[in-house]
């Protein structure tokens, strides 16, 4: 059985960081590239960064470039979102998923797990 579980969420000022984890199970987690979503009250989940199987192919939303870092230690089943310089608009639950195809990270669609979020309040 497949597991992914977000945590590292919380409340935090702007222009504060927070480092959120996602902690894999029940797959073989380098085969994988894994995924970070968001989802604002009200809106749609959007994409927000995604990294493939060797840690080295990353991809970022615009909206956070420059701010959020993706990272991933295959050694634990984990990937990470660093999150500096936060911004209310960046509140919202935040998603990981994983995907054994590499081919449009950026889609919803393209992911096969996903796990519960974890909720990221930002304070102005």
């Known amino acids: 059985q497949v597991q992914l579980v977000e945590s590292g969420g919380g409340l935090v000022q702007a222009g504060g960081s927070l480092r959120l984890s996602c902690a894999a199970s029940g797959l073989t987690f380098s085969r994988y590239a894994m995924g970070w979503f968001r989802q604002a009250p009200g809106k749609e989940r959007e994409f927000v960064a995604a990294?493939?199987?060797?840690?080295?192919?990353?991809y970022y939303a615009d909206s956070v470039k420059g701010r959020f870092t993706i990272s991933r230690a295959n050694a634990r089943n984990t990937v990470y979102l660093q999150m500096n310089s936060l911004k209310p608009e960046d509140t919202a639950v935040y998603y990981c998923?994983?995907?054994?195809?590499?081919?449009?990270?950026?889609?919803?669609?393209?992911?096969?797990?996903w796990g519960q979020g974890t909720q990221v309040t930002v304070s102005s």
């Open positions: 998923a994983a995907t054994r195809s590499g081919s449009t990270p950026e889609s919803m669609g393209s992911y096969d797990y």
């Open positions: 990294i493939f199987w060797n840690g080295v192919s990353t």
